[in-house]
C-alpha cells in the first residue's frame, strides 16, 4: 500500500513561490501533481517517471519543476512566478503499475494523497 502525504501549501501573493512536498512511503514509480480548482476538473500539474523524466502542463512550464529525492522518497513542486489562476487543491499522486511511460489523467493514477491547499493572491 503506498501512502502518500503533501505538505508545504499556503497562500502568497502573485509572483511568489511555493514549494510543495510529498512523503511517498516505499514508491519509486510514476508520480505527478494534480490540482483542482473550485468548479473545476482535477487536472495533471506535473509528471515524472522513474528516470527523472518529465512532462508539464502548458499553463505551468517555466514556472513549477517536479522532481523527486528517491533516497527520501519524496516528491516536490517547486512553484515560482505563482499567478491567481494556480490557486487550488494540489494533490500528489502515484500510478501503480508504470514506472516509465507514464499517463497524465487522473483515471492512471491509483494512490493519491488527501491535498494542499494553494491560494495566489493578485
Known amino acids: 500500500q503506498v501512502q502518500l502525504v503533501e505538505s508545504g501549501g499556503g497562500s502568497v501573493q502573485a509572483g511568489g513561490s511555493l514549494r510543495l512536498s510529498c512523503a511517498a512511503s516505499?514508491?519509486?514509480?510514476?508520480m505527478a501533481w494534480f490540482r483542482q480548482a473550485p468548479g473545476k476538473e482535477r487536472e495533471e500539474v506535473a509528471v515524472?517517471?522513474?528516470?527523472?523524466?518529465?512532462l508539464y502542463a502548458d499553463s505551468v512550464k517555466g514556472r513549477f519543476t517536479i522532481s523527486k529525492d528517491n533516497a527520501e522518497n519524496t516528491l516536490y513542486l517547486q512553484m515560482n512566478s505563482l499567478l491567481p489562476e494556480d490557486t487550488a487543491m494540489y494533490y500528489c499522486?502515484?500510478?501503480?503499475?508504470?514506472?516509465?511511460?507514464?499517463?497524465?489523467?487522473?483515471?492512471?493514477?491509483?494512490?493519491w494523497g488527501q491535498g494542499t491547499q494553494v491560494t495566489v493572491s493578485s
Open positions: 499522486a502515484a500510478d501503480p503499475f508504470r514506472s516509465w511511460s507514464c499517463g497524465t489523467v487522473v483515471a492512471d493514477f491509483g494512490y
Open positions: 515524472i517517471n522513474s528516470g527523472g523524466s518529465t
Open positions: 516505499g514508491y519509486s514509480g510514476c
